[in-house]
């Protein structure tokens, strides 16, 4: 595998990794018996993605990774209507997809 290859992977594991943190901190607040656990998670998550993050940067251009880490909206976006059961309306279905799209383009110049 190559190295931009790799920070690209790299970079979209992030995203999903910032996804489920988020996700994690608003189950502390829902779930007000585990919001010790759910916080950790989170803060773990987050500690996680910046580890990864580095060694992304290590492989691909600031410039590349900073743009496809919008797929974090995305991948937060889905996990809250998986999990959270909360609702993505069509024009946030649309901007999401606007988004998906820029990281597309992004990563294909990469």
Do not use: P
């Amino acid at each position: 595998m190559n190295s931009i290859a790799l920070g690209l992977i790299l970079v979209v594991t992030c995203s999903f990794i910032e996804g489920a943190a988020q996700v994690s901190f608003k189950l502390s607040r829902v779930h007000e018996d585990r919001r010790l656990i759910w916080t950790v998670i989170g803060f773990a998550a987050y500690i996680t993605e910046v580890g990864l993050y580095t060694l992304a940067l290590r492989q691909i251009d600031v410039t590349v990774a900073f743009a496809m880490g919008s797929l974090s909206f995305v991948v937060t976006a889905a996990l809250s209507a998986l999990i959270l059961k909360e609702r993505i309306s069509g024009v946030r279905g649309i901007g999401l997809l606007l988004i998906l799209c820029g990281v597309a383009l992004m990563g294909g110049q990469a």
